[in-house]
């Protein structure tokens, strides 16, 4: 994009990311208010009619408003601007750990251990606090992300670690669900999910196992030639230890990276939060006690 692009109250600097349902740009304020750069989240205009997807951009908006935590990006404002919805959010200046893992798979290099670890314990809270959210009323809102992949997590070049995308999420807020759609990045679903089984947090935690095993080993977990073969290795999950393939992942982590793995959900971490304390003891490995690894 070489000129701004007037939208609202907004300028629209540079589009950051597109998705099946809609496109997001980093923006600026154009009426005078606050001057940190924020992000933009736009519904597709060729999607603008479709009613389903549009209940989805305006759940998902709805949704967030009700998390409170500094891993999840708040909602700054939902709008519509002529035929456009519209989510602001906090814009994050860095990279989603996709890109990040693609660069280091470029230049044969894998994140350190601790760094993994660290990640995992902020994404894996961030998830408890939108797993437990209730409503005012005291109602769990029984939310599951259904989507945590590396596209989905962002990494500040400040060091934070947010939690994005909840919008294909499941809550008891949604007010429409297709039953039997699968939407989501396949290599990431649980085999509960591939098998169209009703998912809970323990779902999340799988993906998030998925996520921290391919951090760890600088590889794809579940890869084939067409989305039917990626889907039947989910749906087995039949995992290899970490430390078969990073011979400097010990075996206690490999431990905790496999129950996060396991094709049963009983038999994984019953929440995010047992995963999230699990992986404490290495995120501070070469560093001093309490003392977060340098992100």
Same mark, same amino acid.
């Given at each position: 994009m070489r000129e701004p692009i007037p939208f609202g109250r907004y300028w629209l600097l540079d589009r950051? %990311?597109?998705g099946g349902m809609a496109e997001v740009f980093v923006a600026a304020r154009r009426d005078g208010g606050d001057a940190r750069p924020c992000a933009v989240k736009r519904i597709l205009p060729t999607l603008a009619e479709d009613e389903e997807l549009l209940t989805m951009f305006l759940d998902e908006a709805r949704l967030v408003a009700q998390l409170d935590h500094p891993g999840i990006s708040p909602i700054l404002e939902l709008g519509k601007i002529g035929e456009a919805y519209f989510i602001a959010l906090e814009y994050v200046a860095g990279k989603d750990l996709r890109a990040l893992s693609a660069r280091l798979r470029a230049k044969g290099e894998r994140l350190p251990v601790p760094l993994v670890a660290y990640l995992g314990w902020r994404? $894996? &809270? %961030?998830? &408890?606090?939108?797993? !437990?959210? !209730? &409503? $005012? $009323?005291?109602?769990?809102l029984r939310i599951v992300h259904r989507d945590v992949s590396p596209a989905n997590v962002l990494v500040g070049f400040d060091g934070g670690v947010r939690v994005i995308d909840f919008g294909i999420a +499941? %809550?008891?807020i949604r007010t429409r669900r297709r039953a039997g759609v699968l939407r989501g990045k396949f290599a990431y679903m649980s085999p509960e999910m591939v098998r169209g089984l009703p998912v809970d947090r323990r779902s999340d935690v799988?993906? /998030? *196992?998925?996520? /921290?095993? +391919?951090l760890l080993t600088g590889e794809r977990l579940f890869a084939g030639p067409s989305e039917l073969a990626v889907m039947e290795k989910v749906r087995a999950a039949d995992v290899p230890s970490p430390s078969a393939r990073n011979p400097a992942v010990p075996e206690a982590l490999s431990s905790v990276i496999m129950k996060a793995l396991a094709r049963e959900p009983e *038999? !994984?971490?019953?929440? $995010?939060? +047992?995963l999230r304390d699990a992986l404490v003891p290495w995120t501070h490995a070469g560093s001093p006690p309490g003392e977060p690894p340098a992100m």
């Open positions: 950051i %990311a597109i994404v $894996a &809270d %961030a998830l &408890d606090h939108a797993h !437990r959210k !209730r &409503d $005012a $009323a005291g109602t769990p +499941e %809550a008891s799988f993906a /998030l *196992g998925v996520v /921290l095993h +391919e *038999g !994984r971490w019953a929440s $995010a939060s +047992e």
